[in-house]
């Protein structure tokens, strides 16, 4: 059964450096999202991205962060300098022909 | 999309029935009720969606009531791996579809 898939599973960085998260979405789909949990919060929607656009971005995507599709299969979130309070899990989803989103198992990402 | 409520939380005894409710009041007539669940801090994961009519599938049965304002996601056998928290999201399909997360039921299936 396809499923999405995320690298790394964990990453640690020092404040103030670029972090890229990448994705491996369901191979026919064409939506995808990125979503983020801070421990112990709710999960929270961070953008959107149809044909090599973003679609709809939240609040908390401001211009530190940015996606890209750089080739047919890779889907990732870059974060140029990264804050204390990034810290958290991030979330990969694509969307199937019925609107349900499939997501990925995560990256989680501590920010020293 | 329309705001739901559920439950905080919830048991289950293993093997038994797991009833899930959630209020959508204010849906609107093509917004589609969709139940997704987390087990532990791992990715959330699709169960179900609906619109108006019940629906079945291999993990669960979508219940809605006929005037829409309400729906049960039952868990017809439920075992420990379906500790989780459980989540009812109303989208409105056709659009971006980006899902709000509440807080969702946390459901507790013991021996």
């Known amino acids: 059964e396809p499923e999405v898939t995320q690298t790394p599973s964990h990453q640690v960085t020092q404040m103030g450096q670029e972090v890229i998260l990448r994705c491996v979405p369901i191979?026919?789909?064409?939506?995808f999202y990125w979503y983020r949990q801070i421990l112990g919060q709710k999960v929270e929607f961070l953008v959107s991205f149809y044909n090599n656009e973003i679609s709809e971005k939240s609040e908390i995507f401001d211009d530190q962060f940015s996606v890209e599709r750089p080739d047919g299969s890779n889907f990732t979130l870059k974060i140029r300098s990264t804050k204390l309070e990034d810290s958290a899990m991030y979330f990969c989803?694509?969307?199937?022909?019925?609107?349900?989103?499939?997501f990925g198992p995560g990256t989680r990402l501590t920010v020293t | 999309d329309a705001k739901t409520t559920q439950p905080p939380s919830m048991d289950c005894a293993e093997g038994r029935a797991a009833n899930l409710p959630c209020n959508h009041s204010?849906?609107?007539?093509?917004?589609?009720v969709y139940w997704y669940r987390q087990i532990h801090s791992q990715g959330p994961q699709y169960i179900i969606h609906g619109l108006k009519n019940n629906e079945t599938n291999e993990m669960a049965s979508l219940i809605i009531t006929e005037d829409r304002k309400s729906s049960t996601l039952i868990l017809p056998h439920a075992t420990l791996r379906d500790t989780a928290v459980y989540y009812c999201i109303v989208i409105l399909t056709g659009t971006a579809s980006k899902l709000t997360f509440g807080t969702g039921t946390r459901l507790q299936v013991t021996l």
């Open positions: 204010t849906i609107s007539g093509n917004e589609y």
């Open positions: 191979s026919n789909h064409l939506y």
């Open positions: 989803a694509s969307r199937g022909t019925y609107y349900e989103q499939y």
